[in-house]
């Protein structure tokens, strides 16, 4: 995914960024909160197979990466109902 951002205009670039969407919007709330770090080695296998899904989806264009990334930040109290 990080290869993919510049030419998509992806609002993130890093790995740990996309982790952060994927695993927040597959879990519904802060993944952090549900899973002990490291995710990819705690979480369990429908967790993480949403999470890929989520990112393959992104890749093939059929999600919105940015609408996932605001759907993270407000998960997490970073965005409020203004910023949308």
């Known amino acids: 995914m990080p290869a993919a951002a510049p030419a998509r205009h ?3 670039r890093f790995d740990h960024c996309f982790q952060r969407i994927l695993l927040d919007n597959a879990c519904g709330q802060p993944w952090r909160e549900v899973i002990a770090a490291p995710a ?3 979480a369990d296998a429908e967790l993480l197979e949403r999470a890929i899904t989520l990112g393959e989806r992104a890749l093939a264009g059929d999600e919105d990466l940015a609408e996932l990334n ?4 407000r998960l997490r109290g970073k965005l409020t109902e203004r910023d949308n």
């Open 10 to 12: 992806w609002p993130v």
């Open 40 to 42: 990819y080695r705690n």
């Open 70 to 73: 605001r759907e993270s930040l």
